[in-house]
C-alpha cells in the first residue's frame, strides 16, 4: 500500500517568516494530494489540495507543490501569523476511499 | 456548513465492554470513515462506507467493526475494548472524489 513520510515533525518560525512542510509517497498510481489543518480541539480541515496534472496552487499565502516524478509534495505558508500554528496533515489517495495520511507536523508561529 | 458530530468528545470504558461510537453527517454524503489518531503515526483508516450497509476495511480494522444503517449515520463498533485501542477517533464523511470532513473526534480511554 501507500506509504507517506512528512518531515518536519515540529515546526517553530518568527511570524512572517515562511514555512514549508514537506511529503513525500510511495505510490505512484496516487493522484490527489490534500493537506488539512487541525487546531487543538477539532477535527482536520481541509486548507489546500492539488491533483496530479497540476504542478502548483496556490491559495493567498498557502501553496502547494507537487514533483511527480519525485513523488514529494510541500506546503508552503509564506507571512505567517499566529493563528496559523496548529497541526498540519499531508495525504495521498488514488481512489478516494483510501486516504493515507503522513504523520503530522506542529507548527508553532512565535509573535 | 457540512456538519458531522460525533457522540460523545471523551470517553472513559473499561477492558472487555462494548464501545459504540457514533458519527451523523448532515450533507447526504456517500462516503463515511473512521480514522483513529495517535502522536506520531498520523490519521490510519480503521473502515470506511461508500453506501449504506457497505463497507471496507482500512488498514487497521483489528478489533473494530462498523454499521452503517442509514446514509447518515455510520457507528464504530469496539468489541471488547482493549488498553491499545486508547486513542482519539475520527470520523470524516464527503462526497465521492470529494473533500472530507471531519467531525470533532472522541478521546477514548480505556482502563
Known amino acids: 500500500g501507500e506509504n507517506v513520510e512528512q518531515h518536519p515533525s515540529t515546526l517553530s518560525v518568527q511570524e512572517g517568516d515562511s514555512a514549508v512542510i514537506k511529503c513525500t509517497y510511495s505510490?505512484?498510481?496516487?493522484?490527489?494530494f490534500p493537506w488539512y489543518k487541525q487546531e487543538l480541539g477539532k477535527g482536520p480541515q481541509l486548507i489546500i489540495d492539488?491533483?496530479?496534472?497540476?504542478g502548483e496552487k496556490k491559495d493567498q499565502r498557502i501553496a502547494v507543490t507537487l514533483n511527480k516524478t519525485a513523488k514529494h509534495f510541500s506546503l508552503h505558508i509564506t507571512e505567517t501569523q499566529p493563528e496559523d500554528s496548529a497541526v498540519y496533515f499531508c495525504a495521498a489517495t488514488y481512489n478516494f476511499n483510501k486516504f493515507y495520511f503522513g504523520s503530522g507536523t506542529k507548527l508553532n508561529v512565535k509573535p | 456548513d457540512v456538519k458531522v458530530t460525533q457522540s460523545s468528545r471523551y470517553l472513559v470504558k473499561r477492558t472487555g465492554e462494548k464501545v459504540f461510537l457514533e458519527c451523523v453527517q448532515d450533507m447526504d454524503h456517500e462516503n463515511m470513515f473512521w480514522y483513529r489518531q495517535d502522536p506520531g503515526l498520523g490519521l490510519r483508516l480503521i473502515y470506511f462506507?461508500?453506501?449504506?450497509?457497505?463497507?471496507e476495511k482500512g488498514d487497521i480494522p483489528e478489533g473494530y467493526s462498523v454499521s452503517r444503517e442509514k446514509k447518515e449515520r455510520f457507528s464504530l463498533i469496539l468489541e471488547s475494548a482493549s488498553t491499545n485501542q486508547t486513542s482519539m477517533y475520527l470520523c470524516?464523511?464527503?462526497?465521492?472524489?470529494?473533500?472530507?470532513?471531519f467531525g470533532p473526534g472522541t478521546r477514548l480511554t480505556v482502563l
Open positions: 505510490d505512484s498510481a496516487s493522484n490527489y
Open positions: 492539488i491533483r496530479s496534472n497540476v
Open positions: 470524516a464523511s464527503s462526497l465521492f472524489g470529494g473533500e472530507q470532513f
Open positions: 462506507s461508500y453506501d449504506v450497509k457497505m463497507k
